[in-house]
């Protein structure tokens, strides 16, 4: 029998699958009621993971009892670089140069989960366009993207600028 080699677009794609899993159990256990609508064309079309709900009981600093609606990622890498991404545009190896989600997300919210030790940063999104938008936090930077394969332009920003600048609403 042979060995089946996996590309890395499927390795990307279970990794953000299994985060996103574990992300909804976290939320759970601090009162947030999460349900993925990323499958779902109009949300998926503005960047939109999930629409969720904060129990009155719960001890994060997020509006209780109204709809609001998430965009997640999934990292494992910020727990070694603290260092957050948002995708400004990417080139695909043909060429055509596509917008990033920085562009086209319309979420109130971005959680960025880090898989490495199963807790979550939750940005306030309009303040962090505010805040890059303004020159005031992150540096531009292309990386190679190998899971989507591609180039693509980001905006790294700290995770202490992120809280400097006010964008971090809370810690799970």
Same mark, same amino acid.
């Given at each position: !029998? ?5 590309? @890395? ?18 939320? =759970? ?12 064309? /109009? !949300?998926?079309?503005? %960047?939109?993971?999930? +629409?969720?709900?904060? /129990? ?11 709809? =609001? ?5 999934? &990292? *494992?890498?910020?727990?070694? *670089? ?16 596509? /917008? ?5 997300? *319309?979420? &109130?919210?971005?959680?960025?989960? %880090? $898989?490495?030790?199963?807790? $979550?940063?939750?940005?306030?999104? @309009? ?9 005031? !936090?992150?540096?531009? +930077?292309?990386?190679?993207? /190998?899971?989507?394969?591609? !180039? ?9 600028? =992120? %809280? %400097? ?6 810690? =799970?």
């Amino acid at each position: !029998m042979g060995c089946i080699q996996m590309d @890395n677009h499927v390795r990307t794609y279970r990794k953000h699958q299994s985060g996103k899993i574990s992300f909804r159990s976290l939320a =759970l256990e601090h009162g947030i009621e999460v349900v993925d609508v990323s499958r779902q064309r /109009d !949300m998926a079309m503005q %960047n939109i993971t999930y +629409k969720a709900l904060v /129990d009155s009981q719960s001890d994060v600093s997020l509006p209780k009892g109204k709809m =609001l609606l998430f965009t997640f990622r999934a &990292d *494992s890498t910020i727990e070694r *670089s603290q260092n957050v991404f948002f995708e400004i545009e990417h080139t695909k190896r043909n060429g055509r140069k596509e /917008d990033g989600w920085y562009f086209t997300c *319309s979420a &109130d919210y971005i959680v960025y989960y %880090n $898989a490495a030790n199963n807790s $979550a940063i939750i940005l306030d999104w @309009n303040k962090v366009r505010e805040q890059i938008d303004d020159g005031k !936090m992150g540096k531009i +930077k292309y990386i190679v993207n /190998d899971g989507d394969e591609c !180039m693509t332009k980001v905006c790294l920003a700290t995770v202490d600028e =992120l %809280n %400097n600048q006010g964008c971090v609403v809370c810690k =799970l």
